[in-house]
């Protein structure tokens, strides 16, 4: 069994880029690392003939395979994977890891599931928001200085992506839940956990938050939603039972 990235698998998402350059730039580094799409969401300027020029005739039918989506959440929806990228770090994100180790790790996730290495705006990167969409958060370390250009912040994942390997083959990793399943998951679950006072209506997404980011540790599979989903609705019906039960005749 290849030790490798299965590079087909994974896919670049670009969230809200100001610069037609840096998508051009960002898909000749899809090309250069064997990376199989790229996506847009919502770019503040979609200037074709400038995103060409940037990516050079070598990776022009990777710029015509370009989709460009409105919502970050729907782009998002058929990958069982996400890779979040950050210069910034605090409390309310994630455990940040380093490239190369987020690479090796996904010898094992790439086999049976759909990756997507995502990426923030030159200006703001990514905010919490969307970073609740990720499995993982990467930060590319540097010196003093911690701004790098979104192309190349690109190449250095693809880069690590492209060359990691196990020292011995590893066994593929199970199929997970894609982003649509498990968004609806999770408003399923923030709706019953309000629901029988579990958490405060007031500011529920506090506590979603540490649900997320410990379910995104575990790796949930399609089949572990069904279950979650299940025990929801049977919460609900049981809470409804007893409340017809309390209820005055």
Request: proline share 4%; glycine share 4%; aromatic share 8%.
């Amino acid at each position: 069994m290849s030790s490798r990235v299965n590079l087909s698998n994974v896919s670049i998402v670009l969230n809200e880029p100001r610069y037609p350059e840096n998508i051009g730039a960002s898909a000749r580094a899809a090309m250069n690392m064997g990376i199989g799409r790229v996506l847009v969401v919502n770019p503040q300027n979609w200037d074709y003939d400038r995103i060409l020029k940037m990516a050079t005739h070598v990776a022009t039918d990777r710029v015509a395979e370009i989709s460009v989506h409105a919502d970050l959440e729907v782009a998002l929806s058929p990958f069982q994977y996400v890779v979040g990228t950050t210069a910034r770090v605090g409390r309310k994100r994630h455990t940040v890891q380093r490239p190369r180790d987020v690479a090796q790790s996904l010898v094992a996730t790439s086999r049976n599931n759909q990756v997507a290495l995502l990426f923030g705006s030159e200006s703001r990167g990514l905010k919490n928001a969307d970073l609740a969409f990720c499995h993982t958060v990467v930060t590319i370390p540097t010196a003093e200085f911690s701004s790098l250009n979104l192309a190349q912040a690109v190449m250095v994942l693809c880069y690590e992506v492209f060359t990691a390997s196990w020292e011995a083959p590893a066994e593929a990793g199970p199929r997970l839940a894609t982003r649509r399943e498990l968004e609806e998951m999770y408003e399923q679950l923030r709706k019953t956990l309000v629901n029988i006072s579990f958490i405060n209506p007031e500011n529920p997404d506090y506590w979603m938050r540490q649900i997320r980011r410990s379910f995104s540790r575990i790796g949930i599979r399609a089949r572990d939603v069904r279950m979650i989903r299940g025990l929801c609705r049977q919460i609900e019906w049981y809470g409804s039972k007893g409340c017809k039960r309390d209820s005055p005749s």
